[in-house]
């Protein structure tokens, strides 16, 4: 089983232990009931109070489920650190040989007297919080799912796996990328021969991780849009005059997540161009279904 099973597993076990099972859940698992009406009657039947007890419910479940994902990442912090917040330190990382980047080598030091110790804390928190969004997440839609109908349960099932996929990309992309070229382009960087490059190492894991979560974040674009489109504020033809603009806020944005040399600026503002270009097809694919979904309630 999984990691995410197994923590799916252990929340519904003291779910179990915690509260009893309420009868709005019994009648809709009632044998010989529509589930799609059952779970409506349901949720008719439910007063603000209840709506309040269950969300109070899934954002505690997901909590939980936060805290078991940390107290794993407690188990794996010697390698977390080691492999993947110190590779792009050493000469040795995978992408300098991909990228063919020649070395140079930097030190890093704890200039505070608590540095590496939240350095330390802060990193198993940031893991434990990633592993166990997912968890989260399903119990955030275990809540919403009864109030939807069946198109909207396919479409954010949909938009969920859609910017879960972009915002791995995103963070690959920034790790892979963005991190090895800033890296090198800043331990090299001298004013004098007389300074030597001595990073801290609560700014290096900072910096790492506002490189890899940025572009994370960045690659949201086609989501964002998506949802603009289904509101109507994003059309395809408003999105193809912008293409200028989005030209400037993609140059903009990778001058603001890199070092300031031309082809890391191009490496980054080139897939923020290809993601824009791809959100215009995502807009023109849900104009024309929220055109075919009111033609259809006009015949």
């Known amino acids: 089983m999984s990691l995410f099973g197994r923590l799916i597993s252990s929340i519904s076990s003291a779910e179990r232990l915690l509260r009893p099972v309420s009868a709005a859940v019994q009648s809709a698992s009632a044998p010989g009931s529509d589930s799609s009406d059952s779970d409506r009657e349901g949720l008719a039947e439910m007063g603000f109070l209840d709506h309040?007890?269950?969300?109070?419910?899934?954002?505690?479940?997901?909590?939980?489920?936060?805290?078991v994902?940390?107290?794993?990442?407690?188990?794996?912090?010697?390698?977390?650190?080691e492999e993947i917040l110190l590779g792009p330190k050493k000469a040795d990382f995978f992408m300098y040989r991909i990228l063919g980047i020649e070395t140079t080598p930097f030190v890093l030091q704890?200039?505070?007297?608590?540095?590496?110790?939240?350095?330390?804390?802060?990193?198993?928190?940031?893991?434990?919080?990633?592993?166990?969004?997912?968890?989260?997440?399903?119990?955030?839609?275990?809540?919403?799912?009864?109030?939807?109908?069946?198109?909207?349960?396919?479409?954010?099932?949909?938009s969920a796996v859609f910017a879960t996929l972009f915002f791995m990309l995103g963070i690959s992309f920034g790790y892979c990328i963005i991190t090895p070229l800033a890296l090198q382009f800043f331990a090299g960087y001298q004013?004098?021969?007389?300074?030597?490059?001595?990073?801290?190492?609560?700014?290096?894991?900072?910096?790492?991780?506002?490189?890899?979560?940025?572009?994370g974040i960045l690659f949201e674009l086609p989501v964002v849009i998506y949802f603009l489109a289904k509101l109507g504020i994003a059309t395809p033809d408003g999105l193809r005059k912008g293409?200028?603009?989005?030209?400037?806020?993609?140059?903009?944005?990778?001058?603001?997540?890199?070092?300031?040399?031309?082809?890391?600026?191009?490496?980054?503002?080139?897939?923020?161009?290809?993601?824009?270009e791809g959100s215009i097809w995502i807009a023109v694919v849900v104009e024309r279904n929220r055109k075919r979904a009111f033609e259809k309630a006009m015949e």
């Open 110 to 158: 704890n200039r505070s007297v608590t540095g590496q110790f939240f350095a330390d804390v802060g990193t198993v928190i940031a893991v434990g919080i990633i592993m166990g969004s997912p968890v989260f997440v399903y119990f955030m839609w275990r809540f919403i799912e009864p109030g939807l109908y069946p198109g909207e349960k396919k479409g954010l099932r949909f």
């Open 243 to 276: 293409r200028k603009y989005a030209l400037i806020g993609g140059l903009t944005l990778a001058a603001f997540f890199t070092p300031p040399d031309p082809v890391s600026q191009v490496l980054v503002a080139t897939p923020l161009l290809l993601l824009y």
């Open 191 to 215: 004013i004098s021969p007389e300074i030597s490059n001595e990073f801290d190492i609560s700014k290096y894991f900072g910096m790492i991780t506002f490189w890899s979560f940025g572009v």
């Open 69 to 81: 994902a940390t107290i794993v990442a407690v188990f794996f912090r010697e390698w977390i650190i």
């Open 52 to 67: 309040l007890e269950d969300l109070r419910w899934a954002l505690i479940k997901g909590a939980i489920g936060m805290v």
